[in-house]
């Protein structure tokens, strides 16, 4: 009987051993992947995260710059990451919502904050795949139920911007209501600019002011004052 133990307790030892030796080397091999998305399965841009991950040697302090290399990670943060066992990793993710470039419109200042699912602002981990360009009269502290109302146009916005392929904008938010775009786009699509915007975004256009420049006849430069639809007394 003691000798069975002495055996048992020899083998728990050489196993913690090598289990200790294995934890600490850069051999890891991802095998297993938990994804954690508020309950949520994991989307196919996530997926393609893991599928990168999965086989490849790395060490475990890596794993962060690793999934950071991914395009798709523009839309994720990596919030924890566990190694269970040598061949058993688990990494749980937070979504993002674009991210919201706020600028003060005044100066060169600018910080990037990401849109939480509640509505509010916090600093951003990464930069997002749509950026918008906030003035200065978007502040932090304004009316929570006032950012809810904007937080869902803005991001409209920025999936518009995208499907349109119009180039690099910028929103400035002159209050709640009422905002500025500045975009530039080919003259040929600038016919058509006006509706697709309404049609997308849903906002009545105020003014829109083209302006063609010398330097470069093929871009258009567009100043369209967007404001957003008033609210029904109950609605």
């Known amino acids: 009987m ?28 991802v095998v297993q992947v938990e994804c954690s998305l508020a309950g949520s399965d994991c989307p196919p841009q996530l997926e393609t995260v893991v599928k990168d991950l999965r086989g490849q040697p790395m060490l475990f302090t890596d794993v962060e710059a690793q999934v950071a290399q991914d395009q798709a990670y523009e839309t994720f943060v990596l919030a924890s990451a566990t190694r269970l066992l040598p061949s058993t990793l688990r990494l749980e993710f937070r979504l ?38 906030l003035g200065e009269q978007l502040r932090i502290d304004q009316p929570q139920h006032e950012w809810q109302r904007l937080r869902p146009k803005l991001l409209e916005l920025a999936a518009s911007l995208d499907q349109l392929e119009l180039q690099p904008s910028k929103v400035v938010v002159i209050d709640q209501t009422t905002f500025r775009l500045e975009t530039a786009t080919t003259p040929p699509m600038l016919g058509s600019l006006t509706d697709s915007w ?18 470069d006849p093929a871009v258009t430069l567009i100043d369209a004052r967007f404001k957003l639809p008033v609210l029904k007394s109950g609605g």
């Open 96 to 133: 993002l919502d674009p991210t919201v470039t706020v600028s003060d419109a005044t100066t060169a200042d600018s910080q990037q904050w990401w849109i939480s699912p509640q509505g509010t602002l916090k600093p951003s981990p990464k930069l997002g795949k749509h950026v918008v360009v």
């Open 2 to 29: 003691k000798h069975l133990l002495k055996l048992v307790s020899a083998g728990l030892l050489i196993a913690g051993a090598i289990s200790g030796v294995v934890r600490y080397t850069h051999w890891l091999r």
């Open 198 to 215: 309404q049609s997308l975004a849903r906002m009545e256009l105020l003014s829109n002011s083209p302006e063609f420049q010398p330097f």
